[in-house]
């Protein structure tokens, strides 16, 4: 057994790696439980399987159809979107929808039904999967779409993993003019402010975000910068592409480079190096949708007990208040990270019963692991997050409680009929317990 861990560095597990080679062949035979893996970007336990066996995906990344015609690609599960956007930029084609990484799996978006900065048009990942097969441990295989083996696809869609092996997936990808956006960022002054300029945008801008100074408070609670995009009409003036050279956090450090006076300062550096109450730029698509990607091993920057990730969505109604005491609360721990993130949701309902994302606001940062002051703080953010009828998100998750993953999740007894017996997971064992 080796130590397995996830992006968050939190929790430790331990767990052997069997990795897949051939979707035809059937699961090897295992006498633990065992959990599909994807490229361990999710930062807490979902994708860690304690004391059993996690199936690699890493080798099952082969393509098998594109056509570009139509923008239609069929691929094994280990793909990952940096190997997608790779190959279908050239012809015209972008990923309909993505997180702020390109570095995860065509699996691992799927298991978590993944959004991105488009979800007011575009909903979630799912909502752009036309088909995929479902392998389970006993050997069977489903095709699964929208109407065939529809309660598969549903469950599947946002499940964690627990239902199967995803071995390939079709999905409709959207057109683009060019691999440039055209992009605008308004300094904003208050969580109001936020709100207004969001919702002015919905309509006419196709991605939309937010950075928010976490430590801000009284007057300047939730100042920060929006941000708001399209793909630009074609190649504006023929820019060379981003050298594709990489910073690097070479080693863990001792303890995290992340705390209060950091945090403070960085913060308020960042929202005043806009100088301009708006500003307009032609970037790339890399570092506008990944600019954290520019930095490999950045988690190693909260040292070696690692951080936790919190993402939550409150819904509309309670949103503005929701969020303004989650801010308080944050800014009051003078805790938190360099990239707050804050953006709307649309209304699309997502396609899987255990899809985190829904109408509403959400909120996502990270904080370095102080131990116990840090699950303190996280416990009662969640305890705002169940009062609202919001949730948190399990793809960020190491720590919340049964309960509550069960009030955030109200399918989650109905999903149980869909779980492989022979898979299970750090994350699900804790939530339902
Ligand atoms: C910098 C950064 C930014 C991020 N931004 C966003 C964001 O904007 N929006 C967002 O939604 N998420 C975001 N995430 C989270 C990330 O998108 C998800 O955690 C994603 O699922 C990770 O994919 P992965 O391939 O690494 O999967 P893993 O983390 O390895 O696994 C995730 C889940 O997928 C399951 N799984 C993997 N492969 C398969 C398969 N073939 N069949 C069935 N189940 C499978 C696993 O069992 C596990 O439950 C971000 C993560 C990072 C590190």
């Avoid at 978006?109 to 959004?115: E, G, R, S, T």
Wanted: with cysteine; hydrophobic share 40%.
């Amino acid at each position: 057994m080796a130590a397995g861990r996830s992006w968050g560095r939190y929790p430790v597990t331990s767990e052997r790696v069997v990795p897949l080679s051939d979707r035809l062949a059937p699961l090897p035979p295992a006498q633990l439980p065992v959990l599909p893996l994807g490229n361990a970007r999710s930062y807490g336990d979902s994708c860690l399987n304690d004391g059993g066996i996690l199936l690699s995906t890493k080798n099952l990344d082969r393509f098998i159809a594109f056509d570009p015609s139509t923008g239609v690609v069929t691929c094994e599960t280990g793909v990952q979107f940096a190997d997608i956007l790779d190959l279908v930029v050239p012809q015209g084609w972008f990923l309909p929808v993505t997180p702020g990484t390109r570095f995860v799996t065509v699996g691992g978006a799927i298991a978590n039904d993944v959004h991105g900065k488009n979800h007011h048009r575009a909903g979630t990942f799912g909502h752009h999967i036309i088909a995929f097969e479902l392998l389970r441990t006993d050997g069977s295989r489903l095709l699964c779409t929208p109407e065939e083996n529809a309660d598969w696809f549903a469950a599947t869609i946002g499940g964690l993993g627990l239902t199967g092996l995803v071995t390939w997936a079709r999905i409709q990808l959207r057109r683009i003019a060019g691999p440039w956006m055209a992009s605008e960022t308004h300094r904003f002054e208050s969580l109001e402010e936020f709100f207004s300029i969001s919702d002015a945008s919905d309509s006419d801008y196709e991605y939309t975000v937010s950075w928010i100074d976490c430590v801000a408070s009284g007057k300047a609670l939730g100042r920060g910068l929006f941000s708001r995009a399209n793909h630009a009409p074609a190649n504006p003036d023929m820019r060379p592409l981003p050298s594709g050279r990489r910073l690097s956090v070479p080693l863990t450090p001792p303890f995290s480079l992340i705390n209060s006076l950091s945090l403070k300062a960085f913060n308020h550096l960042y929202y005043h190096r806009q100088r301009k109450r708006v500003e307009h730029s032609t970037v790339h698509y890399e570092p506008f949708f990944y600019p954290l990607d520019s930095v490999v091993n950045w988690n190693r920057a909260y040292g070696p007990r690692g951080f936790l990730q919190y993402q939550c969505v409150i819904p509309p109604q309670f949103a503005f208040d929701g969020m303004a005491e989650l801010i308080k609360e944050i800014s009051r721990s003078g805790t938190g990270s360099f990239l707050a993130v804050l953006k709307q949701f649309g209304q699309s309902p997502s396609r899987g019963m255990l899809s985190f994302p829904r109408p509403g606001t959400t909120l996502a940062l990270d904080f370095p692991n102080e131990g116990k002051t840090t699950f303190d703080l996280l416990r009662r953010l969640d305890d705002v997050v169940a009062d609202a009828g919001g949730a948190v998100y399990p793809a960020k998750d190491a720590r919340m409680s049964g309960p509550h993953f069960r009030t955030y999740f109200p399918h989650w007894k109905a999903f149980g009929a869909f779980i492989d017996p022979g898979i299970s997971s750090s994350f699900w064992r804790r939530v339902s317990e």
